[in-house]
């Protein structure tokens, strides 16, 4: 993790975390950026979140959007037309449950439209700087599976066994460090293994074709 840290200073970081960085940690805009970054390459999501929240920053202007302004304004993330209905449908609920605020316990985040563990865990470490929590989803599960970190075949399973497996000092870093690195080096297909710092400490478990 040491290593991944410092090898990843210079390269782009993930949409959700430049959102992030922009609007000040804002849970809100984590929670919705996030619920667009499903299935969706990193400089889309970002793009259209940065419209959506040029139109609507928070719960209340979001929830008063009609889904079809809300679909033309988040186009071409993948499956806009449902992340739209979830997005207006999470922000009606955040208004009518939780006084217009995004909640900051797993199960009232999970409760919310189109909120799965995955984006829950990223609006708690990013937005809430949760040091209890790891965010997994289709990186951190590919890439601890080939480091041996994990064996499983569910992200929600490699969620459990990393709380077991690894040193709870880096939970709230795993994700940045593991995404990065899956866009960048290893890569879904053809992992860069000759350009990887942690290529010595990697058994590359299920690696069939490594670009080297
Ligand atoms: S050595 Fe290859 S498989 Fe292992 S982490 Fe690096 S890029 Fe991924």
Redesign the pocket.
């Known amino acids: 993790m040491r290593k991944l840290a410092v090898a990843i200073t210079s390269m782009d970081m993930p949409a959700v975390e430049k959102i992030s960085e922009s609007q000040e940690e804002d849970p809100f805009q984590i929670l919705i950026a996030t619920l667009l970054s499903a299935r969706t390459q990193d400089a889309t999501t970002h793009a259209a979140s940065t419209r959506l929240f040029k139109r609507a920053r928070t719960p209340r202007t979001m929830a008063a959007l009609r889904v079809k302004e809300i679909e033309q304004l988040i186009y071409p993330v993948s499956f806009y037309r449902n992340k739209a209905r979830n997005v207006k449908a999470c922000c009606e609920m955040l208004m009518a449950t939780f006084g217009g605020r995004v909640p900051s316990t797993m199960d009232e985040l999970v409760a919310l439209p189109g909120v799965g563990r995955k984006t829950a865990n990223l609006v708690l470490i990013v937005g809430f700087k949760s040091l209890q929590n790891i965010c997994v989803d289709t990186h951190v599960h590919r890439?601890s599976n080939?480091?041996g970190w994990v064996a499983t075949a569910l992200p929600e399973e490699t969620e459990q066994e990393l709380y077991r497996s690894t040193n709870r000092r880096w939970w709230p870093y795993i994700n940045l460090y593991l995404v990065t690195?899956g866009q960048n080096?290893?890569r879904p297909v053809h992992?860069?293994?000759g350009d990887?710092v942690?290529?010595d400490s990697?058994p590359?478990i299920g690696?069939r074709r490594?670009r080297v």
């Open positions: 890439i080939r480091l690195w080096v290893c992992p860069r293994c990887c942690i290529a990697c590359r690696v490594k």
